[in-house]
């Protein structure tokens, strides 16, 4: 069993460590292997690892040649301004920059420039109408079911660069479903153009292709930022994320695919634009009790899938073995209950709908409180899941009759090479898995079917702790199991032990596991030069060379990080660069109980933003009241964040203090 898998780099890449003769394990050892004992991974296969990650990263760079976007168009489709020092630095997420001015002299490879002109011919020779409107330039982003391009208006082609408007230009690969194309273009026309989340223009559609024009915004790519951005910025950034998400959960919908590259940030000009809405599911409507009811309901689960990395709706009894023995090549998708289907509407409707904002949000979260989960089970090797009790879920499916005389019959399938009758008797549970691995919450993860808004919001957790601690991606998995051992090992056996039991799954763990803290995790991450040299674990060891290794983290006693440590551990305050509010909205944001986790809505009134934004009133205030004292306190205020709290118990007093710090602002 993989309960305890240490997320990647948590043993420090770079530095040659001993491994200790005690024979415990080392911080070398990074993943857990599928059959979830320690798999030694030297620090040179992490570092490869880390290299080959850079490697993947890199950034391609796609210019658009001045011979691009006339595929169909004519002379018209040349785009031959420069870019303006914004717009070059701008990037797309998969590493491509989004040159908006025409390169003058482009730094693209061949092969990526093919790519990008590929990407350009096909869209216009599969919605010609494209370039009859625009002039296509380069690709900007690479998707798994779309590609986005930039393209500027053609009519607009005798003004100067600077003047043209530029639109981005999603073209979604043919296959794609309708629906969940519809349910895409449903949510950008209700929810978008607002709160930093991108609208639409307009759709346009040839046979089976669609395309959608959307506001362009330049932006930053995150691997250049997220380690470079200091508490203000990074509390601009979360703060403007959980802006966006805060609108889109008033409309119910939950966006499911949350992470950097979906969040596009322009850091010189401070603009945000969430994006992205191909896997955004309505949260469910309560259930209405009776068996088989809200079958319906559940379907709309199932409203997009992804074949690559994101995989979404599959019932728990068919997914995990396949994933995890097959690495993700295996993914089923299911395209499409009767309750997604509705008819598209007329291009030109769409097309003249300019974003209107015109959905009431009555900011009701209708998070149901699920009936009771029917029995299930599964036998996966590191873990099996099974429901608690049994009653009538409303998701019944065919197998339904016999539910009532099966769910609590015993089970036959341990040791058996075949699931058994009274297992196979039982009803499916629906759960959607939709979204981008390492993103996942607990509950997704615990195939639990009543997700709610609370997946984006730990989606924004991951995010930010990518941030404090700048490890980027900070989970990284090759299936749900090892996501969910990941996390174990963060946040402790209890708490997902508790959280399973409180969403009426049961989950099985190998090995105990205490949990580590957030604030030591962060720091030993954010500065992992100073705590890996080997200078530092001279210093420790003892005159046989021994240094002793934490049972529960798997770190040298000196970097230990557990949260009840019993090492004296190096001191961590000489590094510190966050408030103590920030750990706290961090805990609070990766909540493993979904149903206590915090909501946009209250992350946006936390003191991590409430306690700065007042202070800076403050500041204001006295400078327009002429106060000559305003560095000074701001000084102070500074030292006042800088403030350490160590242990959960000083974390809270700190929050409490900012909390007072606020209100004496206030006076
Ligand atoms: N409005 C926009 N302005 C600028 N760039 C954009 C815009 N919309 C999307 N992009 C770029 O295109 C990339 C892919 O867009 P999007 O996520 O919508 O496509 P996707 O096919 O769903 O991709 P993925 O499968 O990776 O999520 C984004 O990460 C971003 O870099």
Redesign the pocket.
């Known amino acids: 069993m993989a309960d305890r898998v240490l997320c990647q780099e948590l043993a420090t890449p770079g530095t040659h460590y001993r491994r200790p003769k005690s024979g415990m394990a080392s911080p070398n050892m990074g993943y857990a292997n599928g059959g979830g004992s320690w798999r030694a991974a030297p620090r040179h296969t992490q570092k490869q690892q880390h290299q080959q990650q850079q490697r993947q990263t890199t950034p391609q760079q796609y210019g658009n040649s001045p011979g691009t976007g006339t595929a169909s168009g004519g002379g018209g489709g040349r785009y031959v301004g420069k870019p303006t020092a914004e717009e070059s630095q701008t990037v797309?997420?998969?590493g491509a920059e989004?040159v908006a001015g025409l390169p003058a002299t482009p730094r693209t490879t061949k092969q990526t420039r093919n790519k990008s002109e590929e990407a350009i011919n096909d869209l216009l020779v599969r919605i010609p109408d494209i370039g009859k409107l625009f002039d296509v330039h380069s690709r900007?982003?690479?998707?798994?079911?779309?590609t986005?391009l930039l393209g500027t208006l053609r009519r607009e082609s005798h003004l100067p660069d600077s003047l043209r408007r530029k639109f981005?230009i999603?073209h979604h690969i043919p296959t794609s479903h309708p629906d969940r194309i519809m349910k895409e273009l449903q949510c950008m026309t209700k929810m978008g153009g607002t709160e930093n989340v991108?609208g639409i223009h307009c759709c346009l559609r040839c046979d089976a292709s669609a395309a959608f024009v959307?506001?362009?915004?330049?932006?930053d790519r995150f691997h250049d930022f997220y380690t470079r951005m200091d508490v203000p910025e990074i509390r601009l950034y979360m703060r403007n994320l959980l802006v966006a998400l805060r609108h889109v959960h008033k409309f119910d919908v939950i966006h499911r695919?949350v992470k950097p590259?979906?969040f596009?940030y322009n850091r010189r000009r401070r603009e945000f634009?969430l994006?992205?809405f191909?896997l955004a599911q309505h949260v469910n409507p309560p259930a209405l009790g009776s068996s088989g009811s809200s079958v319906a309901n559940n379907n709309n689960n199932n409203n997009s899938k992804?074949p690559r990395?994101?995989d979404a709706m599959e019932t728990v009894q068919q997914s995990a073995p396949a994933d995890a023995g097959l690495g993700g090549a295996v993914k089923r998708m299911r395209l499409h209950e009767e309750s997604s289907k509705m008819p598209l509407k007329p291009v030109n409707d769409i097309a003249q709908s300019e974003l209107q904002q015109s959905a009431a949000a009555d900011g009701s979260n209708p998070v149901q409180q699920q009936p009771v989960q029917q029995l299930q089970q599964q036998q996966q090797g590191q873990m099996d899941q099974t429901p608690s009790t049994a009653s009538g879920s409303k998701y019944n499916t065919n197998r339904n009759a016999s539910v009532a005389a099966t769910n609590n019959a015993k089970c036959f399938c341990f040791a058996n090479p075949s699931v058994c009758l009274n297992c196979l008797m039982k009803k499916e549970v629906h759960a959607s898995r939709a979204g981008t691995p390492g993103y996942r919450p607990p509950e997704v993860l615990l195939k639990y079917p009543d997700q709610t808004t609370a997946v984006d919001v730990w989606a924004a957790g991951v995010i930010f702790l990518s941030i404090m601690s700048s490890v980027y991606p900070f989970f990284k998995a090759p299936n749900d199991f090892i996501a969910l051992a990941e996390i174990v090992t963060i946040f402790g056996d209890q708490a997902i032990r508790k959280t399973a039991l409180a969403l009426e799954r049961m989950i099985t763990l190998s090995q105990r596991s205490r949990p580590l803290n957030l604030r030591k995790l962060c720091l030993r991450f954010r500065h992992r030069s100073v705590f890996s040299d080997a200078k530092l674990l001279k210093s420790h060891e003892s005159v046989d060379g021994r240094c002793e290794v934490c049972r529960n983290c798997d770190q040298y006693f000196f970097n230990c990080l557990c949260e009840d440590s019993e090492y004296l551990t190096e001191p961590l305050d000489a590094y510190e660069c966050f408030p103590a509010s920030a750990y706290d909205l961090l805990h609070r944001l990766l909540e493993i109980n979904p149903h206590k986790r915090i909501t946009a809505e209250e992350a946006l009134q936390h003191p991590f933003f409430t306690a700065a934004e007042e202070a800076e009133q403050a500041d204001q205030d006295q400078v327009a009241n002429g106060t000559p004292q305003t560095r000074k306190v701001r000084r102070q205020r500074y030292h006042n964040h800088k403030t350490v709290a160590a242990t959960p118990e000083q974390l809270k007093q700190q929050v409490a203090l900012d909390l007072q710090q606020s209100a004496i602002n206030k006076l």
């Open positions: 797309e997420s998969t989004v900007i982003g690479n998707g798994t079911f779309s986005v981005a999603k991108v959307m506001p362009y915004m330049a932006h695919d590259s979906n596009l634009l994006v992205d191909g992804r990395e994101r």
